[in-house]
């Protein structure tokens, strides 16, 4: 399977191949007597990402610069050829900036007239594939019931004004000023009825949980002193 980078560097490498009117090999910058072009893949450049939208994942986007140079006598109306057919057609995107020394050195060649040419590239992220339903959907209905408890401090003393919220829920309340608080609509699941009921409780400065026992017919929760 051909990948997003050699992909994109055979496609320029056709369209070259057109545009000069002779064939352009994948090959770094060389010295040849017999002269003509050749392009090579130099870095990869980041583009810009776009979100996906509907469900979609949208694929990963980026820009192979590839390095088209000539030798000889042959590579500038080459080159000439090349520059104009990306001018007119207005791809694909020629930088005019492949002048730096340093690159020449480090390819072992004379400097030389040459093009720097972007292309776009992708690589495609599929969503993950659910797993299979390998059994009919079952519907559950919760019951819901109603938590009736108190809140003491040491010594048994009333907390008044105590937020009570039932955790995972949007349901909350406060005490009164014997400490007394009903939460409605506490999910009850009939196969589970030992599963405890977690509170939250704020106030005076603290916040604390709690985990209930929903069959407990007089729940206190006691809030100890640091």
Known sequence: MTGAIEAAVADLATWLTGAAGHAVPVAPPRDDPEGGLTVWPLELRPARQTAGSG????????????????????????????????????????????????????????????????????????????PPVRHPLQLRQLDLRTLDGRVVGPEQQPLA??????????????TDHGGRFRLVGVPHDPQAPDRPVRVRLIGRGRTLTADLD?????LVIVCAPD
């Open 161 to 174: 004004a105590m937020r009570v919220e039932l955790v995972g829920t949007p349901y909350a309340t406060e």
């Open 55 to 130: 469900g979609t994942r949208e694929p990963y986007r980026f820009v192979v610069r590839l390095l088209v140079a000539g030798a000889g006598p042959a590579a500038l109306p080459a080159l000439d050829r090349v520059l104009a057919a990306a001018t007119t057609a207005g791809e694909p995107e020629v930088v005019l900036a492949a002048g730096d020394p340093d690159l020449w050195r480090a390819f072992g060649v004379a400097p030389r007239p040459a093009l720097l040419v972007d292309v776009p590239a992708r690589i495609a992220r599929p969503l993950p594939a659910a």
């Open 214 to 218: 929903p069959a407990d017919p007089d």
